[in-house]
């Protein structure tokens, strides 16, 4: 499997909580993105990093930020968490050298907002 | 804007026998790549096989090949010798050349039986 992790696995909290969910990487990829995916169904893109300091919204909007101060971090916020955040959060990353690179994916983040 | 439709949300398939994933795209674009994600049951997701545009003979990756019609913008995959390990939603994805984003299907639930 891919060298790219995600913590929590698993997290229950209650509204208004600020929350961060982490993902990292070990293979030096330039490229990484989060995705919102309810479960059995198709991914979001919400945000992605081409480089450090560098981060764009995806199609999805979302409430969270993101930033990207090293190369292989890129964690994602919410300030205040409501039940419409639940949802399964996908981290991804990949070379920057071509389209046709491998996108590689994390074990994801189960989040449920009460 | 590209968009990618796979039109069977579930399948099911006999252990050893064939079945075959559809997928179809839309893009304005003439070069692209294309690629099929498999993700198992709480397991990361992983890149199943990929496929260049402008390649005409059709990707294949032990039991796992495509039937690609660029005229028909069709990117079927087909599963050979179906195994229990191969239940899954499998992911349809495109990214134009020059991109480093994918665009994602809906995906279909793929049931082995025994």
């Known amino acids: 499997e891919a060298d790219i992790y995600q913590t929590p696995r698993y997290l229950v909290i209650g509204t208004g909580k600020k929350i961060t969910l982490e993902c990292s990487q070990t293979m030096g990829h330039d490229k990484m993105y989060w995705y919102q995916q309810d479960p059995g169904m198709e991914l979001h893109l919400i945000h992605y990093?081409?480089?450090?300091?560098?981060?764009e919204k995806g199609d999805l909007s979302s409430e969270s930020t993101v930033s990207r101060i090293r190369t292989e971090h890129f964690p994602l916020t919410l300030e205040s968490a409501r039940p419409s955040h639940t949802s399964q959060y996908l981290c991804?990353?990949?070379?920057?050298?071509?389209?046709?690179?491998?996108?590689?994916f994390g074990p994801g983040t189960r989040l449920t907002v009460l | 804007a590209q968009t990618v439709t796979q039109s069977q949300p579930e399948m099911s398939v006999q252990e050893a026998e064939t079945v075959t994933l559809s997928c179809t795209y839309d893009t304005s674009e003439s070069n692209y790549y294309l690629f099929w994600y498999k993700q198992p049951p709480s397991r990361q997701m992983i890149l199943v096989i990929r496929?260049?545009?402008?390649?005409?003979q059709n990707a294949t990756e032990n039991r796992f090949s495509v039937n690609f019609q660029k005229a028909a913008k069709s990117f079927s995959l087909k599963i050979s010798d179906s195994q229990l390990g191969d239940t899954a939603m499998y992911f349809c994805a495109f990214t134009g050349a020059g991109s480093y984003q994918l665009t994602f299907g809906k995906g279909t639930k793929l049931s082995v039986i025994p």
């Open positions: 990093s081409y480089g450090v300091n560098s981060t």
């Open positions: 991804a990353s990949r070379r920057g050298t071509g389209s046709a690179d491998t996108q590689y």
């Open positions: 496929q260049e545009a402008y390649k005409q």
